[in-house]
């Protein structure tokens, strides 16, 4: 049965029909083509597809679409931290890239949370997210060194 919902992603307003059994995930990638956010376990086990929801790391193949309506979500491409994408470029923290979104929004959520972690405390913010490539250590500097730059301005 289709319903209409209300959902506002990267602070834009989208009112979208969807099934009552239809994941956040296939709605941002299927309806609303959002495609940065990727599918990998299906299960909650890899962080592909986190997205921010108010303000916390959620798998989005864990959320059905209609639990999130009126809440606010961040997608990948909603990101204007551009120090913290830039960071992930300047010390090579993108291989295969698949994992890359989640461990930017996973990224950001931290550094809104704490705006000077320590790196065991970035390790423990990326935990929910698989990496087949870096071996994470990458990918941690990236994350800590966008703190350093982001507390200059």
Do not use: H, W
């Not at 916390?56 to 999130?68: T, W």
């Not at 930017?104 to 949370?113: A, E, R, T």
């Amino acid at each position: 049965m289709l319903k209409n919902i209300n959902l506002n992603i990267n602070n834009t307003l989208y009112n979208v029909s969807i099934n009552e059994n239809e994941r956040l995930i296939d709605v941002l990638r299927d309806n609303l083509k959002l495609t940065g956010t990727k599918e990998g376990c299906g299960e909650g086990e890899c962080g592909a597809c986190s997205v921010i929801i108010d303000g916390e790391i959620v798998n989005s193949c864990l959320v059905m679409a209609f639990q999130v309506q009126d809440k606010k979500i961040i997608t990948i491409e909603g990101v204007k931290d551009e120090y913290l994408k830039q960071s992930f470029i300047d010390v090579g923290a993108v291989q295969c890239g698949f994992c890359t979104p989640g461990m930017i929004l996973s990224g950001k959520v931290i550094l809104d949370q704490n705006q000077n972690p320590t790196k065991e405390q970035i390790r423990e913010s990326i935990s929910g997210n698989l990496c087949r490539c870096t071996g994470y250590n990458k990918i941690v500097d990236a994350i800590y060194n966008a703190s350093k730059v982001r507390g200059d301005n």
